[in-house]
């Protein structure tokens, strides 16, 4: 089980186990918590009071005073995985899903006609259909195609990351990936 670990204004910041947060329990930097808690760490038993300590794992917690990291792109870094998830395994050009073995990363505009390996200028097609178009733009290669790509919001990058996500950690995902997103359908 992994923790969605959350800056204090709510922007994902991380997957982390269950032990990281822990650490983030102990060490009183947790400012608040959704969810119900999901696993519970015993530690050591305490001389004083003979009781056994013990944290209680939410599925959400948001850390004070989290220093911004990477989270704060403004775009997520491009993948394979999270190309076919965000183009839900559907190739753009014959509009059949595919395994994810038999998809490509295919270039709108070929890289070495100017294109970028950029989220506006990629999507998912088969092998057949990558090679049919070749080093071609779409038009010339008389394709069109079945969606457009877009940029996913960063909420919407934590759930293609492909985690075992839980119905909290979803539920608050879901809730600020914006309408657009092929995760709705």
């Known amino acids: ?21 822990a650490t983030l329990y102990a060490s009183n930097t947790v400012g608040w918590t ?8 015993r ?12 944290i209680e794992v939410h599925p959400i917690v948001a850390v004070k005073g989290a220093v911004p990291t990477r989270a ?11 190309l076919f998830t965000r183009d839900r395994h559907l190739c753009a050009y ?11 990363r295919e270039h709108i505009v070929p890289v070495s006609r100017g294109g970028h390996d950029t989220w506006m200028n990629c999507i998912t097609a088969c ?13 010339e290669a008389r394709m069109s195609l079945h969606y457009l790509p877009y940029v996913p919001s960063l909420h919407e990058d934590m ?7 839980l119905n909290d950690q979803m539920e608050f995902l879901l809730a600020s990936v914006p309408r657009h997103s092929r995760l709705h359908s």
């Open 72 to 82: 704060w792109r403004t775009e997520p870094a491009l993948s394979n995985p999270k």
């Open 34 to 41: 959704l969810g119900e808690a999901v696993q519970v760490l």
């Open 127 to 139: 092998r057949s259909c990558n090679g049919h178009k070749a080093n071609r733009l779409p038009e």
């Open 94 to 104: 014959c509009g059949r899903a595919f395994r994810f073995e038999e998809l490509t």
């Open 43 to 54: 530690g050591g038993i305490q001389r004083a009071t003979g009781q056994q300590s013990r």
């Open 159 to 165: 759930i293609l990351r492909g985690r075992r996500i």
């Open 1 to 21: 089980m992994e923790v969605l670990q959350l800056d204090v204004s709510g922007r994902p910041q991380a997957w982390i186990s269950a032990q990281e947060a």
